[in-house]
């Protein structure tokens, strides 16, 4: 019988490879770049070309996971953020622009965002979901902690 750390270890994997993300930007090149990029560990769901359109597909699709530009055309990619969270506030949203990142850690906090990754360091983005993805499958665990605790006393019973 498998140990918890490998039905653990189990599960995280599972969450990686079924992980959905739409991806939100206003540049063709800059959304077909991303959706290679995270097709090759996950699943793109979808891919949208402003906030508008973002805020649609976000309501449709339920993804897992945002990836939002900042320089949208009609909405920025913070109000974008702010409106998603609003609607889902579980989901976690990577903002990933070419703007400073570190000048937009508030505003991009107070609008939900987990995350702002710059477009010159994009090597960051995957480790960065990776990362994302690993605190909501352990934040996950202790909902099954209680029934993996009976499962185990079950079978020890018999």
Request: with cysteine; aromatic share 4%.
């Given at each position: ?94 903002l990933f622009t070419m703007s400073d990142p570190w000048s937009l850690e ?47 006393s079950r079978s020890a019973g018999h």
């Amino acid at each position: 019988m498998p140990s918890n750390d490998e039905k653990v270890e189990g599960a995280n994997t599972g969450v990686y490879m079924n992980l959905r993300i739409l991806i939100v930007d206003d540049s063709q090149t800059t959304r077909r770049v991303l959706s290679a990029l995270v097709n090759s560990r996950w699943t793109v769901c979808g891919v949208a070309e402003n906030g508008k359109s973002a805020l649609k597909k976000f309501r449709e699709l339920k993804p897992d996971l945002v990836l939002l530009d900042l320089g949208l055309p009609d909405i920025d990619g913070l109000e974008v953020g702010r409106q998603i969270h609003a609607i889902d506030p579980n989901i976690p949203l990577i903002l990933f622009t070419m703007s400073d990142p570190w000048s937009l850690e508030g505003a991009a906090r107070s609008a939900g965002i987990s995350r702002v990754i710059s477009k010159s360091e994009g090597w960051k983005l995957m480790d960065c979901i990776e990362q994302i993805v690993s605190e909501s499958a352990v934040s996950a665990l202790p909902a099954k902690a209680p029934a993996q605790a009976r499962s185990k006393s079950r079978s020890a019973g018999h």
